[in-house]
């Protein structure tokens, strides 16, 4: 994840129970998954899980801005 739960970005607490939403394939997990990906897009959290972060991972890159590299 990008920022840890419960930061700034209006995430929430860290024991508020959340049942994740893959933004691309709409897999479901109970609580946040160390091997997801979060993005914070127009100051909403969007997750991405394992799955379709392997296979859309250039797309991923490619939007960083250039301070990531």
Same mark, same amino acid.
């Given at each position: 994840?990008? @920022?840890? *739960?419960?930061? /700034?970005?209006?995430?929430? @607490?860290?024991? !508020? @129970?959340?049942?994740?939403?893959?933004?691309?394939c709409?897999?479901?997990?109970?609580?946040?998954?160390? $091997? %997801? $990906?979060? /993005?914070? !897009?127009?100051? $909403?959290?969007?997750?991405?899980?394992? $799955?379709c /972060?392997? !296979?859309?991972?250039?797309?991923? !890159?490619?939007r960083?801005? *250039?301070?990531? %590299?």
């Amino acid at each position: 994840m990008t @920022s840890p *739960s419960g930061g /700034s970005d209006n995430g929430g @607490s860290a024991t !508020e @129970s959340q049942q994740l939403v893959c933004a691309r394939c709409g897999a479901r997990a109970n609580a946040p998954q160390p $091997t %997801w $990906t979060c /993005s914070v !897009e127009n100051g $909403t959290r969007h997750y991405i899980c394992d $799955t379709c /972060s392997r !296979e859309n991972l250039r797309a991923i !890159e490619g939007r960083l801005d *250039s301070a990531w %590299w």
